[in-house]
């Protein structure tokens, strides 16, 4: 096909864009990451929360049968730890939740006596600013707003609503 004067100015001027529309498609592109980044971030955190609560919850198996295989949380006056039950822990007794080599919560088995305990699940790294979990013997728990105070599991607390 032949293209010859007015037709061929048309055809010249459609080849490419602007820098103007150039700009507009980039600020638009980065309107929408600003958007979806902390949605992002905020199910990620939201998928290593449930990570820590399965791991809470499979503790809480183990002291339980623990508690029918010496009919007490504290046999011969000594509390069980989470060493106890198989885990590696530090010298303080925590021990390091880490699903993907990295440690998203530190666990703790305190309050222990011949008949409760209290799990504590307390964010690192990247989960800071997510909140403390806990669990305890009668499977109540809770989910605390802040990162430096552990929560008191109770009859009104729960893993769906943060509690102050």
């Known amino acids: 096909m032949w293209y010859g004067g007015r037709d061929m100015e048309v055809a010249l001027k459609q080849k490419g864009l602007t ?33 820590v609560q399965t791991e809470l919850v499979n503790i809480a198996g183990q002291l339980q049968r623990f508690k029918m295989a010496n009919y007490s949380f504290t046999p011969n006056g000594t509390a069980v730890t989470l060493a106890n039950l198989g885990y590696t822990v530090n010298a303080s007794g925590e021990y390091s939740f880490a699903p993907n080599q990295q440690a998203t919560y530190i666990i703790t088995l305190n309050a222990v006596t011949a008949n409760t305990w209290r799990l504590s699940a307390r964010p690192v790294g990247g989960q800071l600013g997510n909140g403390y979990l806990g669990l305890n013997q009668a499977d109540m728990r809770c989910w605390s707003s802040s990162d430096v105070m552990w929560c008191d599991p109770n009859s009104s607390t729960s893993w769906t609503k943060q509690s102050p």
């Open 19 to 51: 820098l103007v529309e150039l700009i507009v498609v980039i600020a638009i592109l980065g309107i929408i990451a600003a958007i979806a980044y902390p949605s992002y971030k905020n199910a990620g955190q939201k998928t290593k929360r449930v990570e």
